[in-house]
């Protein structure tokens, strides 16, 4: 295997081409599918097999934003991008990488960028997997009781978005896209979060932007999911150039995992047109407790379950939602032949 071994000038090591390509592919079904930029599964590989944790991060981030570009593409194709939503948050973001580059800077200057940020990446893994975990298993519970009782399934409480929405701040937006009206402060603070988060951890912020604009701002799933790939591709371009002028981006390494990502994205883009929007939801959760995983794993210094854990989980993640596809298409063309039969 040592022929597709490749030297990455800028990280200064070895690696390899096929593995690059795979874990490029691997983002770009479940960054398609789930509207994240997939760095929950990249920053982490890229680290525990040799990259530095702050070249981990720049070369991620150069990879997101290209992949993110053909998401979002494809997702407003089917309507699912909300574009002045996502414009209103990139004051927010982008003022939010620059304070969490910075600070990670501050942490490598003082040695302690590996550990802290692992232990960062397993808490907000943790805590956001739970609560999706929550909302759905609620969601289910809900569905069941209106079932039995035979009332709606949709007939539930207030929910959180909705009474930050009735918070009459100006200025006032109506995001047509979406089919909310709020303060357009709230955008700006879920954008300011997510960029500090998104510079920190090296992802684009989708694994908390994407629950935010569901839990926070209102957005429907689908529509969350597009939003976010288009803040992911801006999060991504920028987080790049500010990672790249400190010399912290491997521009090679990111190229291989795009030409990968590239199909990926393109295969886990259309598979959303398949599935409910909280089913969606429960293979978010599953994948974000899977990734704190193998990040704890490396803390705890079990390289090779860690390495095993992260490869693993990602291919048979993607290998599910290429099978919603397929089953999806196959489900949509039989539809189609009986209708024509009909006929």
Request: net charge positive.
């Amino acid at each position: 295997m040592d022929f597709f071994n490749i030297y990455l000038p800028i990280a200064g090591l070895e690696f390899n081409v096929l593995l690059l390509l795979l874990i490029g592919f691997t983002v770009g079904v479940c960054g398609g599918f789930f509207g994240i930029g997939g760095a929950w599964i990249v920053t982490p590989a890229l680290n525990i097999f040799g990259f530095p944790m702050p070249y981990a991060i720049g070369t991620d981030l150069a990879h997101m934003g290209g992949k993110s570009i053909v998401s979002t593409i494809r997702h407003g194709k089917f309507g699912n991008v909300d574009v002045k939503l996502g414009v209103s948050m990139i004051v927010g973001t982008t003022v939010g990488m620059e304070l969490g580059a910075s600070l990670v800077m501050y942490l490598e200057r003082l040695g302690l960028a590996e550990s802290v940020i692992r232990k960062i990446y397993v808490v907000f893994l943790f805590l956001i997997g739970s609560y999706v975990l929550y909302d759905y298993l609620s969601h289910v519970r809900r569905v069941r009781k209106a079932a039995a009782a035979g009332a709606p399934a949709s007939a539930a409480g207030e929910t959180f978005a909705q009474r930050l929405q009735r918070l009459k701040i100006p200025p006032m937006i109506n995001f047509t896209a979406s089919g909310i009206t709020c303060s357009l402060w709230l955008p700006i603070l879920v954008g300011l979060t997510t960029g500090v988060v998104a510079s920190v951890l090296g992802v684009g912020g989708g694994f908390i932007r994407m629950p935010a604009l569901i839990y926070l701002v209102g957005c429907p799933t689908l529509v969350a999911v597009g939003t976010d790939l288009f803040e992911v591709m801006i999060t991504g371009a920028y987080g790049a150039f500010t990672y790249g002028i400190k010399g912290r981006v491997d521009l090679l390494a990111a190229i291989w995992m795009l030409l990968g990502a590239a199909a990926g994205a393109q295969m886990g883009t259309v598979a959303v047109k398949y599935v409910k929007g909280y089913s969606i939801r429960l293979l978010f959760a599953v994948t974000i407790f899977i990734a704190c995983l193998s990040v704890l794993l490396k803390q705890l210094e079990m390289q090779t379950a860690s390495s095993f854990t992260i490869l693993t989980a990602g291919i048979v993640i993607s290998l599910v939602i290429l099978g919603l596809l397929v089953k999806g298409v196959a489900t949509e063309r039989a539809a189609l032949k009986n209708g024509e039969s009909a006929l």
